[in-house]
Each structure stands twice: as structure tokens, then as C-alpha cells.
């Protein structure tokens, strides 16, 4: 069984930067596909971004797509997320999943295992 810890949230000014990592543990991250989520309060959690088992696809919710990027480094099994350019309305806590299917999965019902969330926090 694989088990995620994220990382890297935080308190940062809109236009500002943050690094999010997910550590995988247990099995090999190569094995799976990764995917990170987000839920604010009163609201539904909704997809972010997400890679492919071998990088070879990777997908962005629109309202992201120009300011993240997804990337993985299987020898570390660490999938990271680079936040750019934030805004106050990215504020949430931040969840990685992993898909033992290797999908790069919009949907949050294809992912297998989840991490506990790291809080992400813009002020204007």
C-alpha cells in the first residue's frame, strides 16, 4: 500500500509562488499516476492538475493551466506541483492522489489513495 505526505503549503501574497511536494511511500511512485485536487471551505473538491504513470500526458483544470505546473520525479518518488502567479481565490487545502490505473484522471473517483492535504493560503 502507497502513502502520500504532502508538503510546501503555505501563507504567500497574490502573484507569489509555492512549491508543493508529495511523497510517496510504501511502493514505487513510478507504478502509479498522480493527481492534485483542492477543496476551500463550502465548496466541492475540485481537480488541479495531473500526470501520467511515465509523464507521457499531463492535464490542468483551465483555471490553472497557464499558472501551474505538474512534474515527477520518480527516483525521489515525489510528485510536485509549481504554483505560480497565485491568486486569493487558489486558496484551499491542496490533496495529492495517486491512480494505481497510471491515468492523468480529471475525476476524483479514479484515484486510489490520498494524502492528508497541505493548506494554501493567498492574501490579496
Known amino acids: 500500500q502507497v502513502q502520500l505526505v504532502e508538503s510546501g503549503g503555505g501563507l504567500v501574497q497574490a502573484g507569489g509562488s509555492l512549491r508543493l511536494s508529495c511523497q510517496a511511500s510504501g511502493r514505487p511512485s513510478r507504478n502509479y499516476g498522480a493527481g492534485w485536487f483542492r477543496q476551500s471551505p463550502g465548496r466541492e473538491r475540485e481537480f488541479v492538475a495531473a500526470?501520467?504513470?511515465?509523464?507521457?500526458?499531463?492535464n490542468y483544470a483551465r483555471s490553472v493551466q497557464a499558472r501551474f505546473k505538474i512534474s515527477r520525479d520518480d527516483a525521489k518518488n515525489t510528485v510536485i506541483l509549481q504554483l505560480n502567479s497565485l491568486k486569493p481565490e487558489d486558496t484551499a487545502v491542496y490533496y495529492c492522489?495517486?491512480?494505481?490505473?497510471?491515468?492523468?484522471?480529471?475525476?476524483?473517483?479514479?484515484?486510489?489513495?490520498w494524502g492528508q492535504g497541505t493548506q494554501v493560503t493567498v492574501s490579496s
Open positions: 500526470i501520467s504513470r511515465g509523464a507521457e500526458s499531463t
Open positions: 492522489a495517486f491512480d494505481s490505473a497510471g491515468s492523468s484522471a480529471r475525476f476524483a473517483n479514479r484515484y486510489d489513495t
